[in-house]
């Protein structure tokens, strides 16, 4: 980068750590920390809402994910609507009306204390994991720019994103996102006028879209139907996006805490509604118009020559091995290709990443998530380059901060306060919090240095591990809110089991992840209502 890429990066970071430390004088105990007192009006709640969910990984991600998957992705937030509705009816009236720190604090109501700590013990697993690789996803961009080590580069990016959300709790959180999600919107439109500016004369907005259109980018809407009837393992079609998404959407916003935890920061139910609500008009539009940038991206290319390998750092490496020459051969032939030629630039990158595998063997070869960052650092002005760098950058503290803050919360009041010490002050309280917030930036740290062979996409890798919990979590609240014959017991064994099932499923390979989110729910569902029968009928004759 240049100096006034680094300037525009450092000057806009500085001003939003400070503006964060400046709105995070909050009361010094429980509600200050984790919710803000629970004074924050709709439109905050709404920014911190998308703020949370709107990490780099989306930035990073979702346009080299259209660049080669097409705009199909997008029915994955289909059902997001359906679920804000369903949210707003039944979910926050409960959490609210029961002042809960937690979500999971009601199932201790609901049924007992270890249905409790289940759900809040698997939410706490899959969301550290998720939130590890969302700190690898702005490491990827300092390693690939400067050429630092990975490993490296995850602790120092780690231990900036520790000290900014340990200092401020939930207020420094909602305010900051504020500020970050105005900032990512201008960068993120400033770099799609550029994609169309950069392009040849004759070539605009609409002539960019029939180009991807014509090479089957703008996919928007798929049937998943194959020639041998619906195809279960495709992973992006209207029947997963509205069925699937919606239980995903559904046990995120409903039982996650890092995004329960934003809502709960709201003056009152109308308030936490409204953000919600809000939240499910915008999102699959702001999301639509990330993806379209990929496919601008990709037609930009079909005028300028796209790499053979977007991940330069990892082929300048294998180039240090016996197939430097093989590599070299392949780069050449690939310049002799028509930027149009869309064929023959294929079978060149897949005998290129077949070398690649050989020279590299242990590592992956996606480099899905280096595309729009290659086109950002190749193609923009100086000063400009900065700010998408930044823009990265701050989409990745506030959705960090807010998982952060979320784990936290769950380990203090979930497991700390009910198993540990349940008799502290307020500011022992405090300390905890603050205490358990530096242990998981720890362990998300760990989280990320094993990130880099997962082998999908960044967006895809956490929708998976999300999928892998989220349909159990929400089977459990489902049987809370509208099951009411199945007790503690049943529930208990039923999530256990049905988790079980949820992962040997994925491990099969035999449907696509968005479905283990229904699936899941409903295997907890006829597992509780099996036990709770079995259950019943053994204790009868002797009662």
Known sequence: MSYQDWIVLVVTLTCIIMYGVYKSRSTKNLDGYFLSNRDMPWYLVLLS????????ITFISAPGQAYTDGMRFVQYYFGLPLAMIVICIVFVPVFNNLKVYTAYEFLEKRFDLKARTLTSFLFQISRGLSTGISIYAPSLILSSLLGWNIYYTNIIMGGMLIIYTVSGGARAVAHTQ????IIVIIGMGIAGYMVVRLMPDNIGFLESLHIGGKNGKMNVITSGN??????????YNIWSGIIGGFFLALSYFGTDQSQVGRYLTAKNNRQGKLGLLLNGIVKVPMQFLILLLGVLVFSFYQYHKAPVYFNETQANRAKETVYKSDLIHLEKQYELISPTDNIQKEKIKKEYKAVLSQALPHEDLNDTNYIFLHFVIDYLPKGLVGLLIAVIFLAAWGSIAAALNALSSCTVVDIHKRFINKNLTEQQDYRVSKFYTFCWGIFCILVAMFASNLGNSLI??????????YGVILGIFMIAFWFKQIEANALFYAALIAEIFVILIYVSDKISFLWLNAIGALLVIMFGYILQFFMKTSKSPNT
Not at 49 to 56: D, F, L, R, V, Y
Not at 178 to 181: I, S
Not at 460 to 469: A, D, K, P, Q, R
């Open 178 to 181: 504020k500020l970050q999600l």
């Open 460 to 469: 895809e890798t956490v929708n998976i591990l999300g999928s892998l919990f």
């Open 49 to 56: 809402i998308m703020g949370t969910q709107a990490s780099a």
């Open 226 to 235: 194959t020639a041998n009837g619906f195809d279960w393992k495709d992973k």
